[in-house]
């Protein structure tokens, strides 16, 4: 889990742990303290949603829009 998780990671991804699964409360410590070392940072599902002006792309992705006027 913990190299699965570690080397697939990059900016913006969204990492899904399970409640119940025997093996994420040993392996969420090493994962947060080496994600945390190599300098992300944790935020809220919330967080990273543009909530107003916004656009999707061909690929799902959502982009916040900046109004310039």
């Not at 990059?10 to 040993?26: A, D, K, M, R």
């Not at 410590?29 to 999707?56: H, M």
């Amino acid at each position: 889990m913990y190299s699965r998780v570690t080397s697939k990671v990059q900016n913006g991804s969204i990492v899904l742990f399970h409640n119940g699964v025997e093996n994420t409360p040993e392996a969420l410590d090493k994962i947060l303290t080496k994600l945390k070392t190599d300098g992300y940072e944790f935020v809220t599902v919330s967080e990273l949603i543009c909530w107003d002006n916004y656009e999707i792309d061909h690929m799902g992705k959502q982009y916040c829009v900046h109004d310039t006027q």
